[in-house]
């Protein structure tokens, strides 16, 4: 399987893929849902796998890059039950791998609760 370039998936780095599905490092997933407006705690709490995703119009440096949440981290954004975005493209999404797994995709900058990238 190859990443959105072409290149060959790489163990442990979440990627797009060239089928419209997403990498977690380990497992591929397909997207369930793109905008969760009212269930964002029900997702954040049955996720099993967060990952953060900056824009590409963020300022950050580090833009485009990709991260799998600590459980510290998983836990501080479960305990707030919502997440806001510094843009307003910023957007939660649901995967879904062929397993059953959930991930939890968070792409943009998190204004709140606040995660240093």
């Known amino acids: 399987m190859k990443d959105w370039s072409g290149y060959p998936l790489q163990s442990g780095?979440?990627?797009?893929?060239?089928d419209d599905?997403?990498?977690d490092g380990t497992r591929t997933y397909r997207l369930t849902s793109d905008r969760l407006w009212k269930r964002e705690s029900d997702l954040l709490n049955?996720?099993?796998?967060?990952?953060?995703?900056?824009l590409d119009c963020s300022p950050n440096p580090r833009v485009g890059s990709k991260r799998v949440a600590t459980d510290a981290e998983r836990r501080k954004i479960v305990?707030?039950?919502?997440?806001?975005?510094?843009?307003?493209?910023?957007?939660?999404?649901?995967?879904?791998?062929?397993?059953?797994?959930?991930?939890?995709?968070?792409?943009?900058?998190?204004?709140?609760?606040?995660?240093p990238f």
């Open 46 to 54: 049955a996720a099993d796998v967060m990952i953060f995703n900056l």
């Open 21 to 23: 599905q997403f990498w």
């Open 79 to 115: 305990k707030a039950g919502l997440v806001r975005f510094v843009d307003n493209e910023g957007v939660l999404q649901r995967w879904e791998s062929e397993d059953g797994t959930v991930l939890a995709l968070l792409v943009g900058e998190l204004r709140s609760p606040r995660i």
């Open 13 to 18: 780095e979440p990627e797009y893929t060239d």
